[in-house]
């Protein structure tokens, strides 16, 4: 989403039925059109207290071009600044975030993380963008392009040893290596594979818990009256793809806290890694079984239709991409 010149001359506009899988409503046809109508006027700093009362996660702002912004980002108590144009899109005199990051860094002054994002897509850039004083470089080009070739896999792949600037150097600054040297493989074994099986779990149940929200709120609006909503074989149906879910959903946060508590040492072990897989397992056959259970439920009409508002089609297309 976001606002691209190029769009607005060709006056670009989605396919009819292609819309985000992670977004629910419509207007989604104009992606420029759309992220203008998004805008909030009314949002300040107190929004930050907000996400704080809602969320225990991290909460950085992104788009800090200015000294007085970062001030008023450390004040608001944030975790982390992110100095970005996003993209160069939304306003053509933005300036670069590596002209801006100097003074965002003075500002700061070490009190929080300061990130640098924004056109990242060799290894140049990650060497070059510490420089002025950022703390880390973002990529996201890469690890998206990586992630639809190879999923997992891909995006593991995406590391800075296969970048000539890196391998000319001699060595990535001690401060931005990712464990010891020679130690990648560890990283990956302990960190990575665990919070990717996590992280995809985590999607698969989203997308089945939309689909059952979704599926209730049909079922409770004036047009399915004439369904009997005590019906034994209805409510059975949707007693077992709320278990399907609900089993996934325990799961999760099971094997989340094990990951949590175990030592560091032992983050890598066969006990850890075969809970792990059987989280993966049971999620990308729950998953899909609920919104099949679904599909039957409501019927054709709504499950597979491109315009029908429900999308349990797609929810069920993206449960069975490869994994």
Same mark, same amino acid.
């Given at each position: 989403?976001?606002?691209? =010149?190029?769009?607005?001359?060709?006056?670009?506009?989605?396919?009819?039925?292609?819309?985000?899988?992670?977004?629910?409503?419509?207007?989604?046809?104009?992606?420029?059109?759309?992220?203008?109508?998004?805008?909030?006027?009314?949002?300040?700093?107190?929004?930050?207290?907000?996400?704080?009362?809602?969320?225990?996660?991290?909460?950085?702002?992104?788009?800090?071009?200015?000294?007085?912004?970062? %001030?008023?980002?450390?004040?608001?108590?944030?975790?982390?600044?992110?100095?970005?144009?996003?993209?160069?899109?939304?306003?053509?005199?933005?300036?670069?975030?590596? +002209?801006? /990051?100097?003074?965002?860094?003075?500002?700061?002054?070490?009190?929080?993380?300061?990130?640098?994002?924004?056109?990242?897509?060799?290894?140049?850039?990650?060497?070059?963008?510490?420089?002025?004083?950022? $703390?880390?470089? =973002?990529?996201?080009?890469?690890? /998206?392009?990586?992630?639809?070739? $190879?999923?997992?896999?891909? #995006?593991?792949?995406?590391?800075?040893?296969?970048?000539?600037?890196?391998?000319?150097?001699?060595?990535?600054?001690?401060?931005?290596?990712?464990?010891?040297?020679?130690?990648?493989?560890?990283?990956?074994?302990? #960190?990575?594979?665990? =919070?990717?099986?996590?992280?995809?779990?985590?999607?698969?149940?989203?997308?089945?818990?939309?689909? /059952?929200? %979704? +599926?209730?709120?049909?079922?409770?609006?004036?047009?399915?009256? %004439?369904?009997?909503?005590?019906?034994?074989?209805?409510?059975? %149906?949707?007693?077992?793809?709320?278990?399907?879910?609900?089993?996934?959903?325990?799961?999760?946060?099971?094997?989340?806290?094990? @990951?949590?508590? =175990?030592?560091?040492?032992?983050?890598?072990?066969?006990?850890?890694?075969?809970?792990?897989?059987?989280?993966?397992?049971?999620?990308?056959?729950?998953?899909?079984?609920?919104? $099949?259970?679904?599909?039957?439920?409501?019927?054709?009409?709504?499950? @597979?239709?491109?315009?029908?508002?429900?999308?349990?089609?797609?929810?069920?297309?993206? /449960?069975?991409?490869?994994?």
């Amino acid at each position: 989403m976001g606002r691209r =010149l190029r769009d607005l001359r060709n006056g670009f506009r989605l396919p009819a039925g292609i819309a985000p899988a992670n977004l629910t409503g419509d207007g989604f046809g104009s992606p420029g059109d759309h992220a203008l109508t998004e805008f909030d006027a009314s949002l300040d700093w107190s929004v930050v207290t907000w996400l704080r009362s809602v969320s225990v996660l991290p909460v950085l702002v992104e788009g800090v071009l200015t000294a007085a912004d970062a %001030r008023h980002a450390v004040e608001a108590g944030v975790d982390g600044t992110v100095v970005s144009n996003h993209g160069g899109r939304q306003l053509d005199g933005a300036p670069a975030p590596l +002209t801006v /990051l100097p003074e965002v860094v003075a500002a700061v002054d070490r009190t929080c993380p300061v990130l640098v994002d924004g056109g990242v897509r060799r290894g140049t850039g990650v060497l070059t963008a510490p420089a002025p004083g950022a $703390d880390a470089t =973002l990529v996201g080009r890469p690890a /998206l392009h990586a992630l639809a070739a $190879d999923p997992e896999r891909g #995006v593991a792949r995406t590391r800075g040893t296969h970048s000539v600037p890196m391998r000319c150097t001699g060595a990535v600054p001690h401060n931005q290596v990712v464990g010891r040297h020679g130690d990648f493989r560890r990283v990956m074994v302990d #960190v990575f594979a665990p =919070l990717a099986r996590l992280g995809w779990s985590a999607c698969w149940l989203g997308t089945a818990a939309g689909a /059952l929200s %979704r +599926t209730l709120r049909l079922l409770r609006s004036p047009e399915e009256r %004439r369904r009997n909503l005590k019906s034994e074989l209805l409510l059975t %149906r949707l007693s077992r793809a709320r278990r399907r879910i609900d089993t996934v959903q325990a799961m999760l946060s099971h094997v989340a806290d094990v @990951y949590v508590s =175990l030592p560091e040492w032992e983050r890598g072990g066969p006990s850890w890694q075969l809970l792990a897989n059987a989280l993966k397992v049971t999620a990308s056959e729950q998953c899909p079984a609920a919104v $099949d259970e679904l599909i039957e439920l409501i019927g054709l009409r709504h499950g @597979y239709l491109r315009h029908q508002p429900l999308g349990l089609e797609r929810a069920l297309r993206d /449960l069975r991409l490869p994994r």
